[in-house]
């Protein structure tokens, strides 16, 4: 079975769906890590949610969007802000995720911890 792309669960979680980098299976072929979405009593469709380290990739893609150009051509406020935006959603405690944003803001592993700590210590203050 496929799910009914047409149908106004799959057309609801859709869009979360992609901005969380998940794929969209037929109920029948979930497997045990899967979430399986009912509606009215009916599983409609299942979603597979990406690894942790995908799910890195996809939100520095998604922020490459957003900003419209490379994350490492930004200057360096919004570089802090999108480290920010990063901490928030977890994205350093993924095994290697200081290294994989350092890659993509195009700064060493040093100036993201800079930016992580002086957020840190504006906190404290």
Do not use: C
Not at 1 to 21: E, F, Y
Not at 27 to 36: G, K, R, T
Not at 85 to 94: H, I, K, M, P
Not at 104 to 115: D, H, I, M, P
């Amino acid at each position: 079975m496929t799910w009914p792309a047409d149908h106004p669960l799959v057309s609801a979680v859709k869009p979360l769906v992609d901005a969380m980098g998940a794929e969209l299976l037929g109920p029948d072929q979930a497997q045990a890590d899967d979430v399986v979405l009912a509606w009215e009593g009916v599983d409609v469709i299942a979603v597979r949610l990406p690894q942790l380290s995908d799910s890195l990739d996809h939100i520095l893609a998604a922020m490459e969007r957003r900003h419209g150009k490379p994350l490492a051509e930004l200057d360096r406020r919004t570089k802090q802000e999108v480290v920010r935006t990063l901490e928030a959603r977890g994205a350093f405690s993924v095994r290697h995720g200081v290294e994989t944003v350092a890659g993509a803001l195009g700064v060493s592993r040093f100036t993201v911890y800079n930016y992580l700590n002086r957020e840190n210590g504006a906190k404290g203050e």
